[in-house]
């Protein structure tokens, strides 16, 4: 074995979170923004990339905001249920189709929601305070100028910026946009990533396994997570452990993320770590956190390279911390945890050291209190299904003792 | 027109929000509930129907949970860096290849994390505290009986049940499921919606539009707002606002929902509801809120109908009240808002009446405070996209003065 090679002799020092993250925020830095333009109804949940401007008054005209009748306001003065005024219906404005005459004195046009207001008439009348008889209407209520009238620009003004960039866009952002009648949007590209899973171990759900294979996981885990943070799948590529197999996979140009699931540590078939430093660098390997310790950051090529324990657990908690993270931030969303966050009292003491981030599971009860699970087993993958989220343990402290007041992150 | 017309007649009573939630409950729990059984890569996101039960153990046999060493652990005792143990290594345990020897006293078998403890073996000494030495290792730190190694059945045992019906499965839940080697689950059906956008005064996003028409923007919002509460777009129809094109829309089969957007009011030109009670009936029209009053609920066949305001806020509200809701309980979802609520002080007073429901879009700061937006306009669509939420007012109360404390509920 060459001298550098950690195979079989363990991480010689760890590098702490903050250190990783701090690696991930220079090398993600240095990528080159990419933005496309999609169809707006593509653009839900995109990050958007350049504000959108109007160039239209919204509404486009004065229009009526009820039902009724378009009337001269002045008129309806003192009209009531006792005293209700009587005005002849000359017209029509409904939506779409104008009524194009100039109301005249003691008249009304009989008008919908969203119609113009018609040249003349300056209120509307809402059909609840009118009794329409023939060609003759009852006005029993006053209305003062411009009731019930949305006036030209009054929503959004020409030139107006309607959505600013950075704004991941949500179904009403996209109604805005449609209703100015801008019909796509340049929004961030979203990151390509690759996926590689590693183990010679592994069977696929639903195939027979022999006693000492396992079923394989992570990419269930991977396929679920990286659409929700912005990414996208660009293969999901089961892998022989052969330096190989993993070295034609990682080589492939034109993605912007690598995740390699298994091999990442540092027993004698780990072969991702040495292929990474030969093609590239791999400056973070092994963090001092628990679980997923054997966790390695770098970069091949233009790319992103993840190295994720092959455990369950540990895999979906390097994701968390690191891969996921990245990825929101090239998808332009924020490196915030994308889950939301409670207090919660804890029920049972978490157990830590000094030096170590901790990543514990727990069950929430009524968004109060929290029990931490399976504090010892860091492979105990149903764990995670019974946990509602999770506690983070600083590096500096050495537990949270029961009654200890925490935020609990919770997933989903 | 015949007397139950009430076509520019305006609403004779309206119901309360309350009243149509009760009919929403009651129309919903007699729908049919469907499941069907999926690939797990293809159930993110669904609602579990049926319990997901093991049929193995996971692990399904004792295995190192470090890359190390197997041991006799009573050898290790009193090991430390002073004093380490010499053993000879006799092979090798990798992941999915066991060692197939019984290890005997003074011997050692190189093992990786995932790989099957060796008989004979019966804890792991992590790579760390070893120094290989050609076929001998030396071993520097004392292990407990079973340290290091995940016990047959420790993660899950064969017959426990691993995700219960009722969860919206987390990619996490579907690494579970995959790791039990279960290759499909049985989840509750997605609702299939039709949305009909009615109105002759619409015109598409990058169209060419004439003076008094608008852009249409309610699909854009439709088509986001469905799939985020679990919904399936079965179609989207831009029909004429002609009773024909309505009816014809309205009448094909084999939907769950039909969103009506445009029409729902009391216009000369609003036949959706004529329509909905000629072929079904329309219990709830006319609802006491603001925006939103000329929503419908009803049914038509084995369909909910819900008639939409074509004004655009006004449709956000009604969907959010009512559509978006009984999508998310037909999808086997919590009725409650999809959204994240945090407690605000409001900056400025919200006027609003009793009776009358009022949902209030809002400006929050750093989650502290709130400005609401756009009181007046109820037609105001960009104050849908500067809001960061919405705060309701409930009917019993006449508004919510300056500095009262309340909660807000955050899109996105």
Known sequence: MPAHDIRMSGFRTRSTVEEAWGWLDVMLAKVEIRNETVPINQAYGRSLAEPVLSEIDVPGFDRSAMDGYAVIADETTGASDYQPIRLRIVGESMPGK????????????????????????????????????????????????????????????????????????????????????TPTVTVRCQPKVRV??????????????????????????????????GGIVESIN??????????????????????ISGGSSVGAEDFAPLLIERHGELPIHGIAMRPSS????GQVGAALVV?????????????DFFAGRAIRQLAGRSTDWPFRQVTVTLEKKIVSAIGRVDYCRVAVKNEKSAIPLAISGASILSSTTRADGFVIVTSESEGLPEGSVVTAILYG
Chains 1, 2 share one sequence.
């Open 294 to 297: 054997p966790t390695g950051l």
């Open 196 to 229: 590689i899973i590693t183990g010679n171990e592994l069977v696929k759900p639903g195939q027979k396994k022999r006693p000492h294979q396992i079923y394989e996981a992570n990419s269930s885990l991977l396929l679920g997570a990286i659409p929700r943070d």
């Open 307 to 319: 190295l994720l324990p092959g455990n369950p657990v540990s895999c979906l908690c390097a994701y």
């Open 238 to 259: 089961f892998v022989e452990d052969t330096e190989r197999a993993i070295e034609d996979a990682l080589l492939i140009p034109d993605v912007d993320v690598i995740l």
């Open 98 to 181: 104008a009524w194009n005459g100039t109301l005249q004195p003691k008249q009304a046009v009989r008008i919908m929601t969203g119609a113009p207001i018609p040249d003349g008439a300056n209120a509307v009348v809402p059909v609840e305070y009118t009794q329409a008889e023939r060609d003759d209407v009852s006005v029993s209520t006053t209305v003062g100028p411009f009731k019930h009238i949305g006036r030209t620009g009054e929503d959004i003004q020409s030139g107006a910026v309607v959505v600013e960039p950075g704004r991941l866009l949500r179904p009403q952002d996209i109604a805005v946009i449609a209703s100015i009648g």
